[in-house]
């Protein structure tokens, strides 16, 4: 299978993947054919992308890495903010990574529409930021805290009015700081609750510190931030740059990879970032790329090299192994064509 952008899609193409609604239900199956009727509908809702089945992409499986159930029913309980569910769920979560053999490769490309986005953000930082305890080697409990933190690391927004914080433009100095406040809700939500491990709560209260003091609410420094912020800081922005909205477009992996490496040590902590480079390919498998030489290719899977992985020549069929085939030394693949936002205000929109 492979990821198409949704303006790539044709009709004819069939369906590798499941497409969702905004309530966890199958909106269009596995092997749907799909018309120009079903393109006009999946991009109008904001999808940005599906995955196909052809000949160019056989042999490439792409797994999820925990099961759309659980993504749907953990997306569910955010958005009731059901924290007693979001427990158990968090187990889940926990155990079905660990449950991967060693090496964990974030691979999927979330199918996600506008209107579902809080949601599922969250869900996504929580998959990515256990991701990194795992590659940090935390222990099942550090784990589990921390999956819960990630979940529930926005639940505050919910007492902030949602004009604001679905505005489909850039946000007015006044109504940013409005939004800076969810970080404190959360955690008086969370507080309330009573059964909640202090080291989860204090991740929700400071997943907006930067490194160089320059974050919210406390404006903490370096050690001072706790750990589990630290790492959902990073999974959190990366989801944020990565997503599509009514008002930007989506970066490429390979864009807010170099973000968040150019941020290390300013705005993210060094291991976190790392850990997360490990987990993360920056050359996700199925997705679309250009290189030097000007061919177009797919990714079929990772080497020791992540900037080089193979690939197969989208003219030809063949299978390229850019590590290691002396042809194609001297190619490398090309930077993505840079989206018209700047980082400072996607970062800023995102920050909430
Ligand atoms: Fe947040």
Redesign the pocket.
Known sequence: MRYLNIEKVNPGMILAKEVYDDDGRVLLSLNTKLTKEYITRLSIRGYQGVYIEDELSKGIQIEEVITIELRNKAAQAVKDGDIDSLKNIAKDIVGQLLDKDKSISLDIQDLRTYDNYTYKHSVNVAVISTIIGIYLSYDDESLWELCLAALM??IG?TKIDPAIINKPARLTMSEYRLVQE??RY?YDILDENGLIPARTKQGVLH??ENEDGTGYPDRLVGDEIPPYAKIIHVA?VYDALTSKRPYKKPYALSEAIEYLMGGSNVLFDRNAVEAFLEAVPVYAKGIEVTMTNGEKAIVVSNTSNPLRPIVRLIDSGVDIDLNNNKDYISVTIAPHTVVENDFTSVYEKF??
């Open positions: 690391h926005d927004k969810h970080a959360s997943h907006h959190d920050d909430g």
